[in-house]
């Protein structure tokens, strides 16, 4: 029988929210400027940065799923993805990082507006509020999916219960709220997590002894699969190079992550916070397989109902097993949603502060007063949070596979931002059309890996084109790297075949076409040297 939330399991779960609503009432301010609402008036410390970027790419998928690799066959391998990740982000503080300092910037893609024009940089910004958007409704719908069954509640109340208390917190703080609130939401549910395994374990037929000797055989704790292989995205390859190109993509272009950099008292202190939030991913996923490898010695002698998916078997622990009114469900749940809401949150924010400083602001001859500003973004902020609710309703009238399969479009933008931005910084003489050529190669391609491979292989005669009648697919490591190397290698290509007045571009000298990166406030018309 499915689990009720007692008495206590509802005041935990009370104090963790009321939580993140009193942050965001503490750091609002009656009167604030654009830069300390966006970016807490660029201050916040290191550590409060680091949790924030941590608990941002924690989501509910997350807390689920990853156990669900320990519960299956991938054990420790999927922590070759992980090593991924730390590399990128080495990548990310030598060569990208620096480039958001030189400047007061506001948005990630005001590199692009100045590398290549205003057009790329409003393209660059429509394409993360896409797909933003849309990933992150989906993920609301995949918390809003636990809170029905723990509670009881509608899917569509569900969603709307998540969804207005981030708003809301966001709304009142801005930057501030969400980081302190990532911050406070990355200890809730790690102490959940780590309450878990202490559950499991006391729950466990042969105990510690038991588990060990179950871990032992299965042969989960391998860490390292050489094998080079595009469909099986747990090798080492497909993780080291996969992994640290999704990485580079996701925490050096997109604007979610580059928000919480440019809140940062400094270059060095923003460099701190990337790289040790790698670490500390590499333990947190430590953590979640090996809550998954415990549920497998669990269920070796305890039954799952039929179907029960390996990523769905965390929370059917949770409603079946945890003992109910002690707090300990409520802070499970608590868990749950603060790693949905950290994700959130980040997301609203990220998505207002593009909004105007990429699409209002750059087509303003007058600027507006701060309080104009910063009316405008908490408006921005309202919206998108109601379009994510939105999705998060919608997508429950959608079988699984489509919201995996949307899922997935909503990381194709990581492969092409981050084929802008190697385009921007490799080459001296930049074309805006050969940016946006670029960025519809690379989307084509990403369309047909995903969608088009498969099909085409299963479906024509294999004597004709030389393929076998298998279906393929390509690994979703690989995903990120085809569709950077595709949008970077067609923009060069174009580049390279126009003449030197059609590539030069803004604040470029017309002589040589060659630029040098300036301030955010460069200007957007060509100019000769002076």
């Not at 050096?252 to 923003?270: E, I, K, W």
């Not at 997301?347 to 105007?356: F, G, I, Q, T």
């Not at 997508?395 to 596979?401: E, I, L």
Request: glycine share 10%; with cysteine; hydrophobic share 50%.
């Amino acid at each position: 029988m499915q689990s009720a939330l007692g008495n206590v399991d509802i005041i935990v779960l009370l104090l963790a929210v009321g939580s993140s609503i009193f942050i965001g009432l503490k750091v609002a301010g009656k009167e604030q400027s654009l830069e300390n609402y966006l970016l807490g008036g660029r201050d916040l410390p290191w550590w409060a940065i680091l949790g924030s970027i941590v608990a941002t790419e924690t989501s509910t998928a997350t807390v689920l799923s990853v156990p669900g690799h320990g519960f299956g066959n991938t054990g420790f391998l999927f922590l070759q993805l992980a090593l991924g990740f730390i590399l990128g982000r080495i990548i990310v503080v030598i060569f990208l990082l620096p480039q958001f300092f030189d400047g007061k910037l506001i948005s990630a893609y005001e590199i692009l507006g100045i590398r290549f024009g205003t057009t790329t940089k409003r393209i660059a910004s429509v394409l993360f509020l896409v797909t933003r958007n849309l990933g992150d409704g989906l993920r609301l719908f995949l918390a809003a999916m636990v809170l029905e069954k723990l509670v009881g509640w509608p899917l569509a109340w569900s969603a709307i219960a998540i969804g207005s208390v981030t708003i809301l917190y966001t709304f009142l703080g801005g930057m501030r709220s969400v980081v302190w609130n990532d911050c406070i939401q990355f200890l809730i549910y790690m102490a959940g997590s780590i309450t878990a395994v202490f559950v499991i374990i006391d729950q466990l037929p042969g105990g510690w002894a038991g588990f060990l000797e179950y871990a032992n055989s299965s042969g989960k704790w391998k860490l390292i699969d050489p094998r080079f292989s595009l469909s099986d995205p747990f090798t080492l390859w497909a993780g080291l190079l996969g992994g640290a190109v999704l990485s580079m993509g996701s925490h050096g272009t997109d604007q979610m992550m580059v928000q919480r950099y440019l809140s940062a008292r400094s270059q060095s202190d923003a460099a701190k916070a990337i790289l040790w939030s790698g670490v500390i991913v590499f333990l947190q996923f430590s953590l979640f397989l090996f809550i998954g490898m415990l549920l497998g010695c669990f269920y070796q002698s305890n039954l799952l109902p039929e179907g029960t998916k390996p990523d769905q078997v965390f929370a059917h622990f949770i409603i079946h097993s945890f003992p109910a009114n002690t707090g300990l469900v409520g802070l499970m749940l608590a868990a749950i949603l603060a790693a949905v809401m950290s994700t959130l949150s980040s997301s609203l924010s990220a998505s207002a502060s593009s909004v105007v400083s990429d699409l209002w602001l750059s087509n303003l001859t007058k600027t507006p007063s701060q309080h104009s500003q910063v009316t405008v973004t908490r408006i921005a902020t309202v919206c998108f949070g109601i379009l994510q609710i939105g999705i998060g309703i919608w997508a429950g009238t959608f079988a699984r596979s489509v919201v995996d399969n949307a899922l997935t479009i909503a990381g194709f933008s990581t492969g092409i931002l981050l084929g802008w931005f190697s385009l921007a910084l490799l080459t001296q003489k930049r074309s805006q059309r050969a940016a946006i050529f670029g960025g519809a190669v690379g989307l084509a391609v990403l369309l047909f890996l995903q969608f088009g491979l498969p099909l085409f292989q299963f479906g024509l005669p294999p004597l004709q084109f030389g393929l076998p009648q298998s279906k393929v697919t390509i690994a979703f490591p690989w995903l990120p790297v085809f569709g950077s190397l595709a949008t970077l290698l067609s923009g060069l290509l174009l580049n390279a075949l126009l003449p030197c007045d059609s590539r030069t571009s803004v604040s470029l000298p017309v002589d040589n076409c060659t630029d040098q990166f300036g301030p955010s406030n460069a200007p957007t018309t060509q100019s000769p040297e002076p």
